[in-house]
T-cell receptor
Framework: GNSVTQMEGPVTLSEEAFLTINCTYT??????LFWYVQYPGEGLQLLLK?????DKGSNKGFEATYRKETTSFHLEKGSVQVSDSAVYFC???????????FGKGITLSVRP | NAGVTQTPKFRVLKTGQSMTLLCAQD?????MYWYRQDPGMGLRLIHY???????AKGEVPDGYNVSRLKKQNFLLGLESAAPSQTSVYFC???????????????FGPGTRLTVL
């Protein structure tokens, strides 16, 4: 079956530091890949997505590239802000199925 | 647009009590989902619906029932609550399963349920 593996957390960074959050996946076909973000006390919201190999999703300074050869979709940001403190979830969707498979999520805390 | 709303926001139950969580969306979405979020477990799909009058089991359906009598509403029921059902419950909806926008789910703010 499909699965998503995220690096263990939590992650604590200082403001303006570089961020990488690793995500790898297992799927039988060619999934679409997503990063969702959950700010404190809120539901999840879509951060970015990529639908095919070598696509790069980007939003709010975050980027992730769909790497089929390494089955990865790592999230990066060049300079994090305190307001980026949240829980980040990697997810995949395969084929015409509407369901998403989520990773366990990782908590990011950014210190001023 | 209110998006996805959930009622109630918080609830405390005693073991064996029943309750219904209400999810409503005003985006005319076909698909709706119920998840539970537990520490270290991520989000797990309980039940989902691909249209009015339809429901299907997700990853962890035991102990829960759902109904989708109206397109905009998706109800999650606990007939006999257990402490293992203490969790944060999220409802989500999505417009389509294919094409542009596929995979984007819109989430409600969550319901925090404690079962004593």
């Amino acid at each position: 079956g499909n699965s998503v593996t995220q690096m263990e957390g939590p992650v604590t960074l200082s403001e303006e530091a570089f961020l990488t959050i690793n995500c790898t996946y297992t799927a039988t076909g060619y999934p679409s890949l997503f990063w969702y973000v959950q700010y404190p006390g809120e539901g999840l919201q879509l951060l970015l997505k990529a639908t095919k190999a070598d696509d790069k999703g980007s939003n709010k300074g975050f980027e992730a590239t769909y790497r089929k050869e390494t089955t990865s979709f790592h999230l990066e940001k060049g300079s994090v802000q305190v307001s980026d403190s949240a829980v980040y979830f990697c997810a995949l969707r395969e084929g015409a199925n509407s369901k998403l498979t989520f990773g366990k999520g990782i908590t990011l805390s950014v210190r001023p | 647009n209110a998006g996805v709303t959930q009622t109630p926001k918080f609830r405390v139950l005693k073991t064996g009590q029943s309750m219904t969580l209400l999810c409503a969306q005003d985006m005319n979405h076909e698909y709706m989902y119920w998840y539970r979020q537990d520490p270290g477990m991520g989000l797990r799909l309980i039940h989902y619906s691909v249209g009015e009058g339809t429901t299907a089991k997700g990853e962890v359906p035991d102990g829960y029932n759902v109904s989708r009598l109206k397109k905009q509403n998706f109800l999650l029921g606990l007939e006999s609550a257990a402490p293992s059902q203490t969790s944060v419950y999220f409802c989500a909806s999505s417009r389509t399963a294919t094409g542009t926008g596929a995979g984007e789910q819109f989430f409600g703010p969550g319901t925090r349920l404690t079962v004593l």
